[in-house]
């Protein structure tokens, strides 16, 4: 029967032969005390019909055989899958009505007339809740163990055989190449095999790729583990949301046959999903049949998760088992995301557990020796903008040199050379922290240049020992903090020293024209940029003063600011982790000085 899927409801396929025939359509089916009604589905071998029972009064489905002339072997495996159906007397099983033959002796059988929705159409609409889906797959491995109690082995399971209704209802379909346990002869193998996307092709082995166990794909005889690990892949399907094993025949058996089953909860992290049930499916997903629970008690296991009957010892294990994984992974430098990850599902696996609990606020609080790649990426990316934003406001800061020209024009200027390169340099500074906060790229070391440059120019027209070394620290304040110079401690130590010694030395050797003498009792100050003498001499100095005064001020300012955020950030989080974990979170240090 063809479903919305793609899928049938007729694993066996037809013969060659029969497919050879093509799609020819049977003659009307003409059966006594039944009214029939739609085609319902068709597959390889036989199609579904609503009908009404006319001698009941209720709608029942009828499945006959499509081919007018089927093969003896064609009838044979359809009258099997009839009276295996028949046999599984079971809620969750298909009931059968009645068997016989039409008007031409091709046999048909009624059934109950069941939803059309299936598993498979639940898990594509994803917005079904987790919990229904375990209360059906439950139902699903109660129907597989009675079907396994009475000696017969399904071999395609799959969420395209597993109906549900709107009422709760769960049904196993396609029944059709089941095996009894007790059939040595195995001799339905090598003939036909459903693919994933529901086609069948011929001269395969039976059953899904995708679904089949290992055992199964390599062609050895099943038994009753084979439906274990095909309910492990639908319960891997559930959790994951995606499929144990990729589509296509070649991909499907490659994977299964060659590959160790992976846990859902290592393929999606992001789903947090319950240990528990992550652990059952791995169970059921064993390569060594010999490993794999019972149906039965695969639901049982799921049965206690959805009552909330968890084993608390069990727990306590899974949670040892998750914080050694945990101490494992934080030894290396890319898998503290995974250590924090395990050690936060081993606390809550064991929400009273000290050790766990402790772990857990290491990996938080207590920074990593060597940073994991992905962690250094985004503080690099954060520290780039806050470069950026700092950027700004130095692109304003640099151009309030401009307020001064003017009252360097009132006093007098000697040599518009070095008042030129003054503003040329104010200028570039300018431009490279515009640049700076539109590319995102911090390059320190030009400002830095650019500043020495200010101060010697600066330190011919004002004298290096005349307001200057305010000017410089403050610029090595900005330096050491606003552009990441602190983790060159030396070099931005260097170019401070160097933006006021070096003037010193140029003009102590005569290199530049000195702006300064030393006599007995007295330092004579002479700058060779600009006139000194006047009222407008005392109005320079005390603006100068007063401007690296408030600069000096504001800066310190945003450094507490700075500060005090990132304490009050630090204790906000440790208090959070107080509340939260059953023992006494450090509190966090306050740090000497905040940088940007």
């Given at each position: 029967m063809t479903r919305s899927d793609g899928s049938t409801d007729d694993t066996l396929a037809a013969t060659q032969a029969d497919q050879h025939a093509g799609r020819a359509r049977p003659p009307e089916l003409v059966l006594s005390g039944y009214e029939l009604g739609e085609l319902l589905g068709e597959g390889g071998m036989g199609e579904v019909r609503l009908a009404r029972d006319a001698r009941i009064g209720r709608d029942v489905a009828i499945k006959r055989m499509r081919h007018p002339a089927p093969s003896d072997d064609s009838v044979a495996r359809f009258l099997r899958e009839a009276k295996i159906q028949a046999r599984l007397d079971h809620p969750a099983i298909v009931p059968v009505?009645?068997?016989?033959?039409?008007?031409?002796?091709r046999p048909y059988f009624?059934?109950?007339?069941?939803?059309?929705?299936?598993?498979?159409?639940?898990?594509?609409?994803?917005?079904?809740?987790?919990?229904?889906?375990?209360?059906a797959f439950v139902d699903v491995c109660l129907a597989v163990e009675f079907a396994h109690a009475r000696g017969?082995?399904?071999?395609?399971?799959?969420?395209?055989?597993?109906?549900?209704?709107?009422?709760?209802?769960?049904?196993?379909l396609d029944w059709g190449i089941a095996r009894s346990l007790g059939d040595t002869t195995n001799d339905l193998r090598d003939r036909d095999i459903t693919t994933l996307e529901g086609a069948t092709q011929v001269g395969a082995l039976l059953g899904t790729p995708g679904y089949m166990a290992?055992?199964?794909?390599?062609?050895?005889?099943?038994?009753?583990?084979?439906?274990?690990?095909?309910?492990?892949?639908?319960?891997?399907?559930?959790?994951?949301?995606?499929?144990?094993?990729?589509?296509?025949?070649?991909?499907?058996?490659?994977?299964?046959?060659?590959?160790?089953?992976?846990?859902?909860?290592?393929?999606?992290?992001?789903?947090?999903?319950?240990?528990?049930l992550d652990a059952a499916c791995i169970a059921a997903l064993a390569g060594d049949p010999a490993h794999r629970p019972r149906a039965g008690e695969l639901a049982d296991r799921i049965q206690a998760y959805l009552d909330?009957?968890?084993?608390?010892?069990?727990?306590?294990?899974?949670?040892?088992?998750?914080?050694?994984?945990?101490?494992?992974?934080?030894?290396e430098p890319a898998g503290r995301a995974d250590a924090i990850r395990r050690a936060g599902r081993a606390l809550a696996l064991d929400p009273e557990s000290r050790d766990a609990a402790a772990f857990v606020v290491k990996l938080l609080v207590e920074p990593p020796e060597q940073l994991p790649p992905e962690l250094d990426r985004e503080l690099r990316e954060q520290q780039a903008e806050q470069h950026a934003r700092t950027a700004g406001t130095a692109s304003r800061a640099a151009l309030s040199y401009l307020a001064f020209a003017p009252f360097v024009i009132l006093v007098g200027v000697r040599s518009w050379t070095a008042f030129a390169a003054m503003y040329v340099a104010v200028f570039a500074l300018y431009g490279h922290s515009v640049w700076q906060s539109r590319t995102r790229r911090v390059r320190p070391e030009v400002p830095l240049v650019i500043n020495i440059a200010m101060m010697a120019v600066l330190s011919t027209m004002m004298s290096p020992f005349l307001f200057v070394p305010a000017v410089i620290c403050i610029f090595a304040m900005t330096t050491t903090t606003h552009m990441g110079m602190w983790q060159r401690p030396v070099a931005a130590l260097a170019g401070a020293l160097a933006a006021f010694l070096l003037p010193v030395a140029l003009q102590a050797f005569g290199v530049m024209q000195q702006t300064w003498s030393i006599e007995p009792g007295r330092l004579e100050i002479v700058p060779s940029s600009i006139e000194i003498?006047?009222?407008?001499?005392?109005?320079?100095?005390?603006?100068?003063?007063?401007?690296?005064?408030?600069?000096?001020?504001?800066?310190?300012?945003?450094?507490?600011?700075?500060?005090?955020?990132?304490?009050?950030?630090?204790?906000?989080?440790?208090?959070?982790?107080?509340?939260?974990?059953?023992?006494?979170?450090?509190?966090?240090?306050?740090?000497?000085?905040?940088?940007?």
């Open positions: 009505h009645e068997l016989g033959a039409d008007s031409e002796g009624t059934m109950k007339r069941i939803p059309s929705a299936t598993l498979h159409d639940q898990l594509e609409r994803r917005d079904v809740p987790l919990q229904r889906l375990l209360r017969f082995v399904h071999r395609d399971l799959k969420p395209s055989n597993v109906s549900l209704g709107d009422y709760g209802e769960v049904y196993v290992p055992e199964q794909a390599r062609g050895e005889p099943v038994g009753t583990a084979a439906d274990v690990y095909a309910l492990g892949c639908m319960l891997f399907e559930i959790l994951a949301g995606e499929a144990l094993h990729p589509r296509g025949t070649q991909a499907a058996m490659s994977s299964t046959i060659a590959e160790p089953a992976q846990s859902p909860a290592t393929r999606k992290p992001d789903r947090t999903i319950a240990p528990e909330g009957d968890r084993d608390v010892e069990h727990r306590r294990t899974l949670a040892g088992d998750e914080l050694a994984a945990a101490r494992t992974l934080a030894a003498g006047g009222p407008g001499t005392m109005v320079l100095l005390l603006v100068a003063n007063l401007g690296a005064i408030v600069v000096a001020a504001v800066f310190a300012r945003s450094m507490a600011r700075s500060r005090d955020s990132a304490q009050r950030q630090l204790e906000i989080q440790a208090w959070h982790l107080r509340k939260l974990l059953p023992v006494e979170t450090p509190r966090p240090a306050v740090p000497a000085i905040a940088c940007h």
